[in-house]
């Protein structure tokens, strides 16, 4: 399985209004973070694509700021404190995750995000009782076991059908920590 990185913005506490206001909105108190390929509220760190991205990035529709090489990616974004570098595995099996192995990075959980676009259908669009609860998510705003989140993303389509945020791509989400 491929294995992707993304450098988006930090969405936690520091945010301030920002913070409070998805708090209230979203009813997750227990969140500590936002970890989330969800544009809104962790955009892109890379929004403008330069000729030498390209040799880089993930060139597929949705994808593009998505990078194959870290270390570049890492170079391109430097010097920006309020990142969050996400390594990322697009609808992986359960047997896929334990191919990632990189001791800078940690497993934060899985991620829904609506097909052909970006907004996360866990963390960012009201809720969906029939499919999950609050209590779900971790304090990252994200799903931790393989075969919930296969789960929410079934219910979604079948409880939820004339949604467009329902049907959803499963990403799995790391961490760099180090």
């Given at each position: 399985m491929t294995v992707m990185y993304s450098a988006v913005t930090r969405f936690d506490p520091n945010r301030g209004d920002d913070w409070k206001e998805y708090i209230e909105w979203s009813g997750?108190?227990?969140?500590?973070?936002?970890?989330?390929?969800d544009s809104l509220l962790c955009p892109t760190i890379v929004e403008t694509l330069t000729d030498e991205d390209w040799?880089?990035?993930?060139?597929?529709?949705?994808?593009?700021?998505?990078?194959?090489?870290?270390?570049?990616?890492?170079?391109?974004?430097?010097?920006?404190?309020?990142?969050n570098v996400l390594a990322v595995m697009h609808e992986p099996f359960a047997t896929?995750?334990?191919?990632?192995?990189?001791?800078r990075f940690v497993f934060r959980g899985f991620d829904l995000i609506e097909m052909d676009g970006s907004i996360s259908a866990i963390s960012n669009c009201g809720g969906?009782?029939?499919?999950?609860?609050?209590?779900?998510?971790?304090e990252y705003g994200l799903?931790?076991?393989?075969?919930?989140?296969?789960?929410?993303?079934?219910?979604?389509?079948?409880?939820?059908?004339?949604?467009?945020?329902?049907?959803?791509?499963?990403?799995?989400?790391?961490?760099?920590?180090?």
């Open positions: 997750l108190s227990h969140l500590r973070e936002v970890l989330s390929l040799q880089y990035n993930v060139q597929e529709d949705h994808k593009t700021h998505l990078f194959h090489n870290l270390d570049y990616l890492l170079r391109r974004i430097a010097g920006n404190k309020q990142v896929d995750l334990s191919s990632f192995v990189d001791p969906f009782d029939k499919a999950f609860s609050t209590a779900d998510l971790s799903l931790t076991e393989h075969t919930k989140t296969k789960s929410v993303q079934e219910l979604l389509v079948s409880e939820y059908p004339e949604e467009r945020h329902a049907e959803c791509d499963m990403w799995a989400i790391w961490q760099k920590v180090s």
